[in-house]
């Protein structure tokens, strides 16, 4: 049984603007959120259409499996906390839904408790992913990305939420 200080961790794959060099990475590791920790870099195994669409040049995986690419991210263990931040920040359930789904590591690097092997490249392991099923009906049709990057060639500027008032 699990007192009310006791904390489980949850692993979370990031594809936006929570990911490192983007604008809202400093959300991961502000200590009023919780706390999170990069576990590896992967990508999904299904293939997603990851749009950036919206007024604000938002990244959305579209959950609609079978479409578009394989999308590329990073893995985060994070504390109960941070898993409530999160779903605050992706606005769960009305914008964002959280579900699990299995991803192929590409470089695990965190450390693993004492006599674990980390997981090879290529093997698989799941974490919980926000993806969104609330979108416009011309999002599907959208350019769709493999890797998302708010400075990239799309050109399309992210406006962050310190910017949107």
Known sequence: MCLP????????FIYGTLKKGQPNFYRLFDAAN????????????????????????IPFLLNLPG?????????????????RSLDDFEDVPAMYQRTRVTLEVKEWVAKTAAGEERPAAGSATEAFLYSTTTYRPDWPSLTRYESYDAHGAHGLRYTTRSERD
């Open 34 to 57: 919780g706390k999170a920790e990069f576990l590896a870099s992967a990508c999904t195994t299904q293939r997603y259409p990851l749009v950036i669409a919206g007024e604000h040049n």
């Open 5 to 12: 200080s006791c904390s489980h961790m949850a692993r979370v």
């Open 67 to 83: 479409q578009g690419y394989r999308v590329h991210g990073e893995i985060y263990e994070v504390d109960d906390k941070m898993l």
